[in-house]
């Protein structure tokens, strides 16, 4: 187990990693979010699904999830038909236009990466995707642990306020 120094600096640099996601975000087409292009890149890789089913993926609630895709709808970047299944709800997927915005964003992605990471070894690119590929995989893996803890006296100190 790493030493509580190297924890702290890890969140640090965890920290600093917004810059990064900023200056990728800027490679973005100019009505194209970050979320946008998050959005249609789950509906690429899981295919059509429902709005609740998106919200889940992207991690937000209900009215976020709706106003992102009714933004992309509107640019007809992602198509929403009733679902058969279930004439209430709407069965979302990505349309021909979404799918080339999101080519788009991935060569843009790619380039401003391939910019910045020039003097970096494959071999160094390679093991930064091993490094955060497994850093993802642990968070899944202990996701319930890091729900947030109440402690007593604040859970008193909320409901009697």
């Known amino acids: 187990m790493a030493a ?3 924890y702290e600096e890890l969140a640090r640099q965890l920290s600093a990693l917004g810059a990064v996601k900023r200056g990728l975000s800027r ?3 100019q009505d194209c979010s970050p979320a946008t292009a998050m959005l249609l890149a789950l509906l690429k890789q899981h295919g059509d699904m429902r709005m609740s ?3 889940e993926l992207l991690g937000i609630d209900a009215s976020v999830t709706s106003r992102h895709v009714a933004y992309a709808a509107e640019r007809g970047w992602i198509d929403r038909q009733p679902d058969p299944l279930d004439k209430r709800s709407r069965q979302l997927s990505l349309t021909p236009s979404g799918g080339a915005l999101l ?3 991935s060569a843009r992605y790619t380039q401003a990466l391939a910019t910045c990471l020039q003097d970096w070894s494959d071999a160094d690119v390679g093991h930064l995707i091993g490094l955060m590929t497994r850093l993802r995989e642990s968070f899944g ?3 319930p ?3 947030p803890q109440h402690h007593p006296a604040e859970h008193a ?3 009697h306020a």
Do not use: F, H, K, N
Request: hydrophobic share 25%; charged share 40%.
């Open 4 to 6: 509580q120094e190297q």
């Open 27 to 29: 490679s973005l087409p």
């Open 53 to 55: 089913r998106l919200g």
């Open 103 to 105: 080519e788009e964003v």
């Open 141 to 143: 893996e202990c996701r």
């Open 145 to 147: 642990r890091l729900a």
């Open 157 to 159: 100190t909320r409901t």
